[in-house]
């Protein structure tokens, strides 16, 4: 089973510039959410979608949005960069239930 | 809400040494419980999780973990640790129901001295 993809791998945008990150989950996983890590806040939950529908949203600006696909995949878009929005953004899959995320490699995201 | 406090933000160990990582957990309701493991430059993998049954669980590669509800922990364990065991390990809780987001510790980076 291939793992959890995510594209880019590294991205580098200007201030006020907008950005859309890519992820695919495992086959079969309906549930994808978002994180993103920093040095000082550490990994902090953004969203995650269920079956196309948003079931739970973190405490972030409107400036982030996402949105899933009929095929599990799903997007992620930061409108207005901010030189704080330079992260590693993490996405997760799992199964329904509580088996635990499958999480991809990430997107390292620097905002100058 | 769930909060995690992970006491230790680096832990230095002698290569075939014992290591635990310390793990508290704050929670109103009943909790699942995580460990993961980031190597550098890389996303987050579970090592091993507590859903309920067993209090002490383990992974493939030896480490273990014990949930004590009375403590409120879920300290990480491992009798050896190896060169490769260097990385970042991240504590993480979720309530058992409705609301499944993953809430994490602020990680303890493990160092192996040769």
Partial sequence: KAG??????????????????????????????????????????????????????????????????????????????ELGDSALYLCASREKGPYGYTFGSGTRLTVV | AQSVTQLD????????????LRCNYSSSVSVYLFWYVQYPNQGLQLLLKYLSGSTLVESINGFEAE?????????????????????????????????????????TRLTIIP
Wanted: glycine share 8%.
């Fill in chain 2, 67 to 107: 949930f004590n509800k009375s403590q409120t922990s879920f300290h990480l364990r491992k009798p050896s640790v190896h060169i490769s065991d260097t990385a970042e390990y991240f504590c993480a809780v979720s309530s058992n129901f409705g609301n499944e987001k993953l809430t994490f510790g602020t990680g």
């Fill in chain 2, 9 to 20: 933000s680096q832990v230095p160990v002698f290569e075939e040494a014992p290591v635990e």
């Fill in chain 1, 4 to 81: 959890v993809t995510q594209t880019p791998r590294y991205l580098i945008k200007t201030r006020g510039q907008q950005v859309t990150l890519s992820c695919s989950p495992i086959s079969g996983h309906r549930s994808v959410s978002w994180y993103q890590q920093t040095p000082g806040q550490g990994l902090q939950f953004l969203f995650e979608y269920f079956s196309e529908t948003q079931r739970n949203k973190g405490n972030f600006p409107g400036r982030f949005s996402g949105r899933q696909f009929s095929n599990s995949r799903s997007e992620m878009n930061v409108s207005t960069l």
